[in-house]
């Protein structure tokens, strides 16, 4: 694709693409971690590596729209729709006010505490455990479902009681209660994210999102791009190391890692893999540490995907830290008939 010069052309999902790009993949695997929409990752995904160059005059403009829109919110939570019309009118026109208020309707969520979802359920839980059980029942109560479970699973067992019981007994809140309560909540726990303005996008740009992101993230993604885009399914694979991958290592590589990996973590990690992965790691065990890692594996039964994905990304993050020391050498995308030659 050619630069991008005029933001006017782009569609929604370019306009995030351009945006996440900006923001650096760090931040960005955040984001894409917390879209709940079905398809929306995948779209943007696809956008993100579509994109080969994205001016900063572009990234400048589809800065402002988007501030043009918490501009907007903040206004229509201050006073209203028509309020925020009057105000936006005066300070950019009739033409400029209305675009910038449909931008609002079709991207705003109506729904409070949205900045909570883009952060770590246990962190929360921990952060949450000194606040009035009324305060934690009202902002589960609105957050997206998975998120307020995972909260409630983290919350000490008195508190798991209270907190539902109140979240039962609730009724309607004052909005304008509301409004206030999720300001001083933003004020307090949200962080403010810092812009690394790297431009590039491409395959190379989302494998480094892909790189950081959680497994379930990064298996959704280059499954849909297998099925839609074999050849940008290969080329993201090969600038990306995946657990899979791990049948690429050499023994000796093998044998590094599993010295910092504890057993019950990697019985964890190997739990429903294919066979020539737990083949690859059983092979590189003695015979008796394999055949108890073996048993511990059947001891376990059934796990849950999170907690698998959870290890396997543990082992990713170990594998990749070696690589950078240097103590290992990982080639990515390459097969088992590649070879070396001197």
């Known amino acids: 694709m050619a630069e991008i010069t005029n933001p006017a052309l782009m569609s929604k999902s370019q306009k995030v693409a351009a945006l996440l790009i900006a923001m650096g993949p760090k931040n960005a695997s ?14 943007i995904a696809m956008e993100i590596a579509a994109m080969n160059k994205v001016s900063p005059e572009v990234i400048n403009a589809i800065m402002e729209e988007f501030y043009s829109i918490f501009q907007a919110t903040g206004y229509i939570s201050t006073g209203g729709v028509n309020y925020a019309k009057t105000l936006l009118k005066e300070a950019y026109g009739d033409s400029e006010a209305n675009a910038m208020l449909e931008r609002l309707v079709s991207t705003m969520q109506t729904n409070p505490f949205q900045f909570f979802n883009n952060a770590d359920p246990q962190q929360l839980a921990t952060s949450f455990q000194n606040e009035n059980p009324q305060l934690i029942a009202l902002i589960l109560a609105y957050l997206n479902p998975d998120v307020s479970a995972g909260i409630m699973g983290n919350l000490p067992t008195e508190a798991q009681l209270e907190v539902a019981q109140r979240i039962a007994k609730m009724d309607r809140t004052n909005p304008e209660v509301l409004r206030e309560v999720e300001r001083i ?57 995946v657990f899979e991958d791990i049948v690429y290592l050499d023994d000796r590589s093998i044998q590094r890692v599993l010295r910092e990996v504890e057993s019950k973590d990697l019985g964890m990690a190997l739990k429903g893999v294919k066979d020539d992965v737990k083949e690859k790691i059983l092979r590189n065990m003695s015979e008796r540490a394999a055949a108890m890692m073996q048993e511990d594996m059947d001891y376990m039964g059934p796990v849950r995907a999170r907690d698998v994905q959870e290890k396997q990304s543990f082992m990713v993050g170990i594998i990749r830290a070696l690589e950078s020391s240097g103590e290992i050498t990982v080639t990515r995308g390459s097969g088992p008939d590649d070879e070396f030659v001197s």
Do not use: C, H, W
Request: without cysteine.
């Open 30 to 43: 955040l984001i894409l971690k917390n879209v709940q929409e079905e398809g929306e990752v995948e779209a």
């Open 185 to 241: 909540l933003e004020s307090k726990f949200s962080s403010l994210m810092q812009a690394d303005f790297t431009l590039a996008g491409g395959a190379v740009s989302l494998a480094e999102i892909l790189n950081r992101s959680d497994r379930a993230t990064e298996k959704s993604i280059l499954d849909y791009f297998e099925i839609n885009d074999p050849e940008l399914s290969e080329e993201v694979r090969n600038l990306m190391f």
